[in-house]
């Protein structure tokens, strides 16, 4: 009886990935009136607000791997990205790039570099888990003007993500800090450049055309995300299963006296940031700080949509996803606490009632 029992289970879990599948096809057919809105509002997302935010820095990103811009920033970064980072200086592309751009434009960069041999295994890692951040467009624009139709907002919200990365990076510059090949930028430069053509007037409408190519391919990758994890959480809401998450941290909202209705949409922030921001920022409360705090640490997370689109990333590389898993939380930890500091510090930030 025991070993059947365990044939059971292994059973079962060999074909986990199956009974997923078959689930989330049987939802699309039986919620398929809500489906179809929620993949409406995808794609209007992906379309007005992804495209134009993302795709021309998908495109600038490209060419300017084919510059020398990469190593002149490295050259004059060194001597703060070393000490601060455990970085070599080129590293400050990724971060400089992360930070003006979004979500997943530092994974990209870090995985280029990896691809390219600009940094080592070790130190891609280490870009990974602070380089992939939301952008000013998205925190500002988007959820501070529109969401929570405040300026001040977006910019405090900027500042603490900003803070956080930081912060992320600092801690996460002992990561494998034992493993990193001290030889292995002897001749990075040259070794790159014989790789990674530089643009000239005749080679430009080809490289204009890979990098277009490229970009292309990255953000129709996001855009099928957006729309699947819509699907994934329409159908969770019309079935009840996400009520059913949300109940198991009532207790915890009680005792921090948090209002409970931030349960749900803090959960439909971990599988997918835009829509659990969107709802945080529409649920009316006397102390909107606990709105505020709750979105800063969703946009420091990032949400699993965005981890699996760092994954295929960087899947055609040997970097592992673990330190950025781990970053992002530490990112929405910090980003958090941060906002809860500022907003008691500075009376300019508290929108309390």
């Not at 919200?157 to 493993?179: C, D, M, P, Q, Y």
């Not at 835009?274 to 997370?301: D, Q, R, V, Y």
């Amino acid at each position: 009886m025991i070993l059947k029992n365990n044939f059971y289970v292994i059973k079962l879990k060999r074909n986990l990935s199956s009974f997923i599948l078959l689930a989330f096809t049987f939802g699309l057919l039986i919620f398929s009136k809500t489906n179809l809105s929620a993949v409406k509002n995808g794609l209007a997302l992906w379309a007005n607000s992804v495209i134009p935010s993302l795709f021309p820095f998908f495109v600038a990103t490209e060419l300017l791997m084919h510059t020398n811009i990469i190593y002149q920033l490295g050259f004059i970064l060194n001597k703060y990205m070393k000490p601060i980072f455990n970085i070599r200086g080129e590293g400050s592309f990724a971060f400089i790039m992360g930070i003006v751009s979004g979500y997943p434009v530092g994974a990209k960069i870090a995985s280029n570099f990896r691809q390219n041999n600009i940094c080592s295994k070790e130190e891609c890692e280490r870009l990974l888990s602070f380089t992939n951040n939301s952008g000013p467009l998205f925190i500002i624009g988007t959820v501070g003007i529109l969401m929570f139709k405040n300026t001040t907002i977006g910019i405090l919200l900027f500042i603490t993500h900003l803070l956080a990365s930081i912060s992320v990076g600092i801690f996460f510059r002992f990561w494998k800090n034992n493993k990193t090949s001290k030889n292995f930028f002897k001749n990075s430069y040259s070794k790159t450049q014989d790789n990674n053509k530089n643009i000239s007037l005749a080679n430009l409408g080809e490289i204009l055309a890979e990098s277009i190519t490229s970009a292309t391919s990255t953000i129709l990758l996001i855009g099928g995300f957006i729309v699947v994890f819509s699907s994934i959480i329409s159908i969770l809401k019309a079935s009840g299963v996400l009520n059913i998450c949300a109940s198991f941290f009532y207790p915890i909202f009680d005792m921090l006296n948090i209002n409970t209705s931030f349960c749900l949409p803090l959960i439909s922030g971990f599988l997918e940031i835009t829509n659990g921001i969107s709802s945080i920022s529409n649920i009316p409360c006397k102390k909107l700080s606990i709105n505020i705090i709750l979105a800063s640490f969703l946009l420091g997370f990032g949400g699993i949509s965005v981890m699996l689109q760092v994954l295929s990333i960087i899947s055609k590389t040997d970097l592992s996803i673990k330190p950025y898993i781990l970053g992002k939380l530490l990112h929405g930890i910090l980003a958090a606490f941060y906002t809860y500091i500022f907003i008691n510090i500075f009376s300019f930030f508290n929108f309390d009632l």
